[in-house]
T-cell receptor, first 111, second 116 residues
Framework: EDKVVQSPLSLVVHEGDTVTLNCSYEVTNFRSLLWYKQEKKAPTFLFMLTSSGIEKKSGRLSSILDKKELFSILNITATQTGDSAVYLCAGGSGNTGKLIFGQGTTLQVKP | DSGVTQTPKHLITATGQRVTLRCSPRSGDLSVYWYQQSLDQGLQFLIQ???????AKGNILERFSAQQFPDLHSELNLSSLELGDSALYFC???????????????FGPGTRLTVL
């Protein structure tokens, strides 16, 4: 059965800290790994990593994909209170593109 | 704003009733996905339509059905509602060309369903 597991489930840090969120996956016919940020509303897209793009960076956020070890990490440097959210990792399966989501990591950044 | 629209935003109904949730994908996107998010189950894939055809099915109950219309909007029908169906229902869309290389999915604002 397809499975995506995120750790830790929750994290509390202070502004300026660097955080690393983990995601391991077992997805049939794996195609890509996606990260989303959810702030009490719809998930907003952050990154998609595939075999042709195993490292992505946008501002203070970066992510890598290790297809051999079946995991991905999301790094956030110099955290801000606005980074407080649930971060979702999802594995994309097969030609359909359906996503299998992890439970999410709840990040709280304190001032 | 992702460009995906969903109506209604909130829906309160009683057990045994039937409701219809509507989704309009981003302009140019051919694929629509429906997800259910509840506190204990997280985000669960329900069903996908691509250019009017059902493409993939997840953990969708038989009481639930969906369709995608020629103008590419989609509806999710939930019938014989139970208390446990209370959840956030998200629609997402992607370009998803037929070659099998799919694109990132963009989520609508969701419909919060409360079954009393």
């Amino acid at each position: 059965e397809d499975k995506v597991v995120q750790s830790p489930l929750s994290l509390v840090v202070h502004e300026g800290d660097t955080v690393t969120l983990n995601c391991s996956y077992e997805v049939t016919n794996f195609r890509s790994l996606l990260w989303y940020k959810q702030e009490k509303k719809a998930p907003t897209f952050l990154f998609m990593l595939t075999s042709s793009g195993i490292e992505k960076k946008s501002g203070r956020l970066s992510s890598i994909l290790d297809k051999k070890e079946l995991f991905s990490i999301l790094n956030i440097t110099a955290t801000q209170t606005g980074d407080s959210a649930v971060y979702l990792c999802a594995g994309g399966s097969g030609n359909t593109g359906k996503l299998i989501f992890g439970q999410g990591t709840t990040l709280q950044v304190k001032p | 704003d992702s460009g995906v629209t969903q109506t209604p935003k909130h829906l309160i109904t009683a057990t045994g009733q039937r409701v219809t949730l509507r989704c309009s994908p981003r302009s140019g996107d051919l694929s629509v996905y429906w997800y259910q998010q509840s506190l204990d189950q997280g985000l669960q894939f329900l069903i996908q339509y691509y250019n009017g055809e059902e493409r993939a099915k997840g953990n969708i109950l038989e009481r639930f059905s969906a369709q995608q219309f020629p103008d590419l909007h989609s509806e999710l029908n939930l019938s014989s509602l139970e208390l446990g169906d209370s959840a956030l229902y998200f629609c997402a869309s992607s370009l998803a060309p037929a070659s099998g290389i799919y694109n990132e999915q963009f989520f609508g604002p969701g419909t919060r369903l409360t079954v009393l």
